[in-house]
């Protein structure tokens, strides 16, 4: 049995040619919150480099590191919970990974954490499950309140997209997890993101009649598969 095990381990690193995966848990202030996603990738290929690590490239004419962000951010929201896997063709040591990473990150791009995941696990991108954001205007909402509880209270939520050639009806309110009030004008949602349902906090502030009051969004935690949370602070 043991030597079938260890046949099996062998033939899986044979087919993956990376010896260590990191995941990186990150966050984006400051002037970084209007940085798009594959400027982010970007960015973090050329930090990477900079500190010294030995990425793992993909094969073929065009290779490029392989990375991988968790999902998107939207434009214009902070976040502390940001994902990055990082694949490596060998083995380092991580005590003083997050220093040397900080040491040529920009400003607004923070690192709370670096850690070893399994190399074989499912890609990052597919056990994003959903988010929690905390919304705060910059004056107070008085009928906030009755404003969630209008939403919760709808049993369907159309909204009309397009799609290249076609139009189609979506319900959003599936997307909705929970959503509150701390205050008079904090709002906090748990929301669908990722492959499998993505809702927007600009969203479901329109169908709130809210997007045009002067508010921050800020997002605080991510949930993956398996009941998997990931937040900062």
């Known amino acids: 049995m043991y ?17 260590q995966r990191l995941r990186i848990t990150f966050g984006k202030f400051a002037a970084m919150k209007y940085t798009s996603n594959l400027d982010v990738a970007k960015i973090w290929e050329r930090l990477l480099r900079r500190a010294d690590m030995p990425l793992l490239y993909s094969q073929g004419f065009n290779t490029r590191p392989r990375l991988q962000l968790a999902t998107a951010l939207p434009l214009g929201i902070t976040s502390e919970c940001e ?24 400003d607004g791009l923070e690192i709370y954490r670096v850690e070893e995941v399994p190399v074989a696990s499912a890609a990052l991108q597919t056990r994003v499950r959903s988010a929690h954001y905390v919304v705060t205007f910059e004056e107070s909402v008085p009928d906030l309140d009755q404003r969630v509880a209008c939403l919760l209270a709808k049993p369907r939520i159309l909204r009309t997209i397009q799609r290249k050639r076609r139009t189609v009806e979506k319900d959003l309110r599936p997307l909705i997890n929970e959503i509150g009030t701390a205050d008079l004008n904090v709002l906090q949602m748990h929301i669908a993101v990722g492959d499998r ?9 329109e169908e709130m009649d809210l997007i045009d009051s002067w508010h ?18």
């Open 216 to 233: 921050r969004v800020h997002r605080h935690q991510l949930v993956l598969a398996d009941t998997e949370e990931v937040k900062c602070n």
């Open 83 to 106: 994902l990055l896997d990082v694949s490596l063709r060998q083995r380092i040591r991580l005590d003083s990974v997050p220093q040397q990473l900080r040491d040529v990150s920009p």
């Open 197 to 205: 349902g993505n809702l927007r906090p600009g969203d479901v502030l």
């Open 3 to 19: 030597s079938m095990r260890v046949v099996c381990d062998t033939w899986r690193m044979s087919q993956n040619p990376a010896r």
